[in-house]
């Protein structure tokens, strides 16, 4: 089936995004459209329809093509744990842990994997649109890489290459791709497309000839910069900084910890306009607030430890003493028991550790990875460990999480709970906060269908989707 890879000079310059706008542009045209990315790493992940988890880009790209979720469009994610190693997950499932170096050799038993499940989409589909991974330029990693080049030349799809013009140096970035390809690798890539353009869009037409002159790829695009883009969730860490919203309201801060995971669960109360929230990180004093929220992690122990360096312990037993609030989701739930264990080096080194007693509950990591959506309807699980203790007498929804005898403290295992406009407007009363109209999942399909207007606007589409093959 026809198929086009986008990769990318370099890590964060909107291949995710554009990949989801152009799924919505291909169904609008009503072609049965597929997302696929080959290799990813994120901790910002979704369970999907088929049981299993995926980056959360490619949830987001599934969504906007209007098909149901699967493990095969992400077949390989890696979950990083710590600076040098990650959990590795293959068709949806925990395969084991990896060093970045150890994992280097391991990609081409990888590549039979990734080729399956292109295949597996490929028959379901009109189109395959195929998301890269960092940079392409990355010849020191392209022996055994199934990420970028090394998938596009053994699937031989054809690549269009995106700059990022507001991080500056797009046409060195660009035309050094091409330079330090091989020329086979170089042969793969069609057209290119620069994105994120502020200002006058005519002011960089000679540069667009420039790029084409030094390469022989053909532009396809200057695309500007889609404010629309914050109604999104973002997959990269990096992008955390975005997702803060300082305005008049109920004042809420969250802890953003090195191992952070699906901080997406923050969006919703972070585009509530009656919402002050702001975003954290190890260094500074946790202020005067109404509410905390400690998001998930990928390593509970780790980040707990962090927690403590940075001194949150004290700030958050001040906080509840003064009748402040606090939420806890998922990693951050079994931050707020009496204790954390690992026994088996689930997360990292085998350990225990004091939790911060503002729930009684304590936690055991286990090997079995619980994924599932919600019951009713709202959030999803996906987590290691098994919470037991008095406070889940008292669930926070169903018979999930905990919440503390005077009711100020909540833990949940549910990502992705504030996004029912219901529930979050339910809460925001709870915790004396103004109910709005805001309706966070129809916030999301307008600036999908926004997106795809921009990319059929600045992108010659017919021309892109010509390079499919």
Same mark, same amino acid.
Not at 213 to 222: N, V
Not at 349 to 367: E, F, I, Y
């Given at each position: 089936?026809? %198929?086009?890879?986008?990769?990318?000079?370099?890590?964060?310059?909107?291949?995710?995004?554009?990949? %989801?706008? &152009?799924?919505?542009?291909?169904?609008?045209?009503?072609?049965?459209?597929?997302?696929?990315? =080959?290799?990813?790493?994120?901790?910002?992940?979704?369970?999907?329809?088929? #049981?299993?988890?995926?980056? /959360?880009?490619?949830?987001?790209?599934?969504?906007?093509?209007?098909? =149901?979720?699967?493990?095969?469009?992400?077949?390989?994610?890696?979950?990083?744990?710590?600076?040098?190693?990650?959990?590795?997950?293959?068709?949806?499932?925990?395969?084991?842990?990896?060093?970045?170096?150890?994992?280097?050799?391991?990609?081409?038993?990888?590549?039979?994997?990734?080729?399956?499940?292109?295949?597996?989409?490929?028959?379901?589909?009109?189109?395959?649109?195929?998301?890269?991974?960092?940079?392409?330029?990355?010849?020191?990693?392209?022996?055994?890489?199934?990420?970028?080049?090394?998938?596009?030349?053994?699937?031989?799809?054809?690549?269009?290459?995106?700059?990022?013009?507001?991080?500056? @140096?797009?046409?060195?970035?660009?035309?050094?791709?091409?330079?330090?390809?091989?020329?086979?690798?170089?042969? +793969? !890539?069609?057209?290119? !497309?620069?994105?994120?353009?502020?200002?006058?869009?005519?002011?960089?037409?000679? #540069?667009?000839?420039?790029?084409?002159?030094?390469?022989?790829?053909?532009?396809? @695009?200057?695309?500007?910069?889609?404010?629309?883009?914050?109604?999104?969730?973002?997959?990269?860490?990096?992008? &955390?900084?975005?997702?803060?919203?300082?305005?008049?309201?109920?004042?809420?801060?969250?802890?953003? &910890?090195? +191992?952070?995971?699906?901080?997406?669960?923050?969006?919703?109360?972070?585009?509530?306009?009656?919402?002050?929230?702001?975003?954290?990180?190890?260094?500074?004093?946790?202020?005067?607030?109404? &509410?905390?929220?400690?998001? #998930?992690?990928?390593?509970?122990?780790?980040?707990?430890?962090?927690?403590?360096? %940075?001194?949150?312990?004290?700030?958050?037993?001040?906080?509840?003493?003064?009748?402040? /609030?606090?939420?806890?989701?998922?990693?951050?739930?079994?931050? *707020?028991?009496?204790?954390?264990?690992?026994?088996?080096?689930?997360?990292?080194?085998?350990?225990?550790?004091? @939790?911060?007693?503002?729930?009684?509950?304590?936690?055991? *990591?286990?090997?079995?990875?619980?994924? /599932? /959506? %919600?019951? *009713?309807?709202?959030?999803?699980?996906?987590?290691?460990?098994?919470?037991?203790?008095?406070?889940?007498?008292?669930?926070?929804?169903?018979?999930?999480?905990?919440?503390?005898?005077?009711?100020?403290?909540?833990?949940?295992?549910?990502?992705?709970?504030?996004?029912?406009?219901?529930?979050?407007?339910?809460?925001?009363?709870?915790?004396?906060?103004?109910?709005?109209?805001?309706?966070?999942?129809?916030?999301?399909?307008?600036?999908?269908? #926004?997106?795809?207007?921009?990319?059929?606007?600045?992108?010659?589409?017919?021309?892109?989707?010509?390079?499919?093959?």
């Amino acid at each position: 089936m026809p %198929a086009i890879m986008f990769q990318g000079t370099g890590s964060s310059v909107g291949k995710s995004l554009l990949v %989801a706008g &152009l799924c919505r542009v291909a169904r609008q045209r009503g072609l049965i459209v597929m997302p696929f990315k =080959p290799q990813n790493m994120s901790n910002n992940a979704a369970v999907t329809d088929d #049981g299993g988890e995926i980056g /959360r880009a490619q949830a987001l790209q599934a969504r906007a093509a209007g098909v =149901p979720s699967s493990v095969h469009m992400n077949p390989v994610l890696l979950k990083p744990q710590s600076e040098i190693g990650a959990q590795l997950i293959v068709h949806g499932r925990v395969r084991g842990t990896a060093r970045a170096r150890d994992y280097q050799a391991m990609k081409a038993g990888l590549m039979p994997d990734v080729l399956a499940s292109f295949r597996h989409l490929s028959e379901r589909a009109d189109l395959v649109l195929v998301e890269g991974a960092g940079p392409a330029s990355e010849i020191n990693l392209r022996q055994n890489d199934i990420a970028n080049m090394g998938f596009a030349r053994a699937a031989n799809v054809p690549v269009v290459l995106i700059g990022d013009i507001d991080r500056g @140096g797009v046409i060195a970035a660009l035309v050094g791709t091409h330079t330090v390809l091989a020329a086979e690798d170089r042969a +793969m !890539i069609a057209g290119f !497309i620069v994105n994120r353009m502020r200002g006058d869009v005519s002011l960089f037409a000679d #540069g667009m000839t420039a790029i084409n002159a030094h390469t022989g790829w053909q532009a396809l @695009g200057l695309v500007p910069y889609f404010t629309g883009a914050e109604a999104l969730p973002a997959e990269d860490a990096m992008e &955390l900084s975005s997702r803060a919203r300082p305005s008049a309201g109920l004042r809420v801060v969250a802890l953003c &910890l090195p +191992m952070i995971a699906n901080f997406d669960d923050l969006d919703p109360l972070g585009a509530e306009p009656g919402v002050d929230l702001r975003l954290l990180r190890p260094g500074a004093a946790i202020p005067v607030c109404d &509410l905390v929220i400690l998001p #998930g992690s990928k390593s509970t122990l780790a980040d707990l430890a962090s927690l403590r360096a %940075a001194g949150w312990d004290i700030d958050l037993a001040a906080h509840v003493r003064r009748g402040g /609030r606090v939420l806890g989701i998922c990693g951050g739930y079994q931050m *707020l028991g009496r204790a954390v264990a690992d026994p088996d080096g689930i997360e990292g080194p085998p350990g225990s550790a004091a @939790g911060l007693g503002l729930l009684d509950v304590t936690t055991v *990591l286990s090997p079995q990875k619980t994924l /599932r /959506r %919600a019951d *009713l309807g709202a959030g999803y699980e996906m987590h290691m460990g098994v919470t037991t203790g008095p406070d889940r007498d008292r669930p926070f929804r169903g018979e999930d999480g905990a919440v503390s005898a005077d009711g100020r403290v909540i833990g949940t295992y549910l990502h992705g709970v504030l996004a029912s406009d219901e529930l979050r407007g339910a809460l925001l009363a709870s915790w004396g906060g103004t109910v709005s109209d805001y309706r966070h999942e129809a916030a999301i399909e307008a600036a999908l269908d #926004g997106l795809a207007a921009h990319l059929e606007a600045h992108i010659d589409i017919d021309a892109l989707f010509s390079l499919a093959r």
